[in-house]
């Protein structure tokens, strides 16, 4: 099941409770390949691909990873992106522990970012989109493993309205997209070119990322 310059608001703006979200880095990642070079003192920029659904065990694994990074002081993060989405709240807690940290984030959309994933993408300071890539939306869905009672369908339901609020919400924040706006691209399953996202505010530039060769990508989750 999948459920899904104008940059990010201020961090000042950000909802208070960081420390409950923050406490999922403490979790143990599991069905996570990952990666990582060593880190070397001094280094000033970090890039990180994330090549995965958005899951509990892929959230956590890339949490970890950042708070690493921000615990030794690294000024900025580069986070590479394509995910087909996975789990509403997952890309939510990531949304938020990402925009706390210390260190500037800029996210790169380097294939396709669907659903969910467009919430963790969201979380970049700065924000690109390589020039062939796509930001793919549609309302959260439920495939239920059995039958259900009328109320637990109304529950099912009131579930899913909640889940297509915050991601309405949080995209329009983001974005400055008005929330009409941003309910059609969901209702309609829209999927929009790099060029269109940037005329929507969801990225800043259409440009690919350069990884320096003697700066390569740190950590790898897949």
């Given amino acids: ?5 104008a940059f990010a608001p201020a961090r000042s703006r950000l909802a208070a409770g960081f420390a409950a979200v ?12 990952a990666q990582e070079a060593a880190l070397a003192p001094g280094v000033d920029r970090v ?12 959230v956590n694994e890339l949490i970890d990873a950042l708070l690493k990074y921000a615990r030794a002081g690294v000024p900025e993060v580069d986070l590479l992106i394509s995910t087909t989405g996975g789990d509403v709240a997952e ?9 706390a940290q210390p260190f500037r984030l800029v996210t790169y959309n380097v294939g396709q970012v ?8 969201l979380a970049g300071d700065e924000r690109y989109a390589a ?4 930001f793919g939306f549609h309302e959260p869905d439920f495939a239920p493993e059995g039958r259900l009672d009328v109320t637990q369908a109304a529950a099912t339901l009131e579930r899913l309205k909640d889940a297509r609020a915050r991601l309405s919400g949080i995209i329009a924040e983001a974005t400055g997209m008005a929330n009409g706006d941003v309910d059609a691209l ?6 929009l070119d790099a060029d269109t996202a940037l005329a929507r505010h969801l990225v800043g530039a259409v440009r690919a990322p350069a990884v320096p060769a003697d700066n390569p990508i740190r950590r790898e989750i897949h």
């Fill in 114 to 121: 669907a659903s969910a994933g467009v919430v963790l993408f």
């Fill in 1 to 5: 099941m999948t459920d899904m310059s």
């Fill in 91 to 99: 890309a939510i807690t990531a949304h938020y522990v990402l925009r």
């Fill in 131 to 134: 020039p062939y890539a796509s």
């Fill in 47 to 58: 890039f990180v691909l994330f090549k995965a659904p958005v899951t509990e065990a892929s």
């Fill in 22 to 33: 923050l406490a999922c880095a403490a979790l143990a990642p599991t069905a996570v390949r």
């Fill in 186 to 191: 969901l209702r309609d399953g829209a999927t």
